[in-house]
């Protein structure tokens, strides 16, 4: 199926999933909410977040192509700072706070075909927590990493242990990885490629901001910590990390620096691209299918705004160039 005709058969899909509900021009600018592409990288669903208005519990999908947005069936109550990874169909969610601001452990699977949002429970799952890390490592597997596990403060208890889950049956497992690790960390980026979970920044256990980059090796479950001789992303929390050809790419975060860095593992230097794109940021979402050398990055929290945002933009990692793809007027207030 070319990606017209996919996109084309999306445009039908959620059609139906909007029988009978109503159609809103777009969702509100919002930061901390769940985001992730379908498997033909052609649709970007959102769900929850927080806007001004508090957290929400409405769910979304943007058509890339036509750059439309379209409500679809949600979580139904609020989803803020939930840790989420796609796999196949379905956007498996962790976590994140309630209305009230305490720390959850719901498990969610949220269907993108036809945007069933359904709850799950497993016997055996990490505890309560909020802005961990989640990864897909392949069609059978995620982990989650790390997370804050205490509401009664901010950073609070930050938690340093890594948890696989197994998409066949929904269940969980605690798993023991030896090596260099963090002692914990909150608010960081991680993603996977070629057997390697690389993860950086956030909040460590002390609450220090962190610059720091380290990997897990998923063959014999090791950290490693990552070392380089010259300049590098300097400390940030909830950005992005994606990893495409061999090399980490770093973008956002509460920092004046709207550059691309991007690390290159074999000679352990980083780089930095002054790409231009979008203002800096913070708390927004994004994804990248796994095979595609683009990256989408949608609202968040500007740095140099009290407001939140509502713009789409698209990262083509090949060259390090930004394409606006949709601008909602009164998106930034």
Known sequence: MTRRAATLGWAAVLSIGCAGKVVEDAPSARYNAVGALDTEGMVFHLAGGGDRSGARGDAWALDLMHREWVRVEGPGSPVLSASSA????????????????????????????????????????????????????DEHRLILVGGNTDDAGDPGVTDAAVWGLSTADGSWTELSVSGDGPSGLQRHAAGHADGVVWVHGGYDASAALQDRLWSIDIDHWVWTEHSWSGDGPSARADHMLVVSDGEVHVWGGDVDDTDVWSFDPVDGEWRATAAGGPVGRDAFAWDRVPGEHWAVVVGGDPRSDEGYLSDVWLLNLDDMVWTELLTVDGSSF
């Open 86 to 137: 796609r796999v196949g169909d379905t956007i498996w969610v962790f976590g994140g706070t309630d209305d009230t601001g305490s720390e959850t452990d719901d498990f969610a699977k949220w269907t993108v075909r036809g945007g069933a949002w359904s709850s799950s429970l497993a016997a055996t799952a990490p505890s309560a927590r909020r802005e961990a890390a989640m990864v897909r490592i």
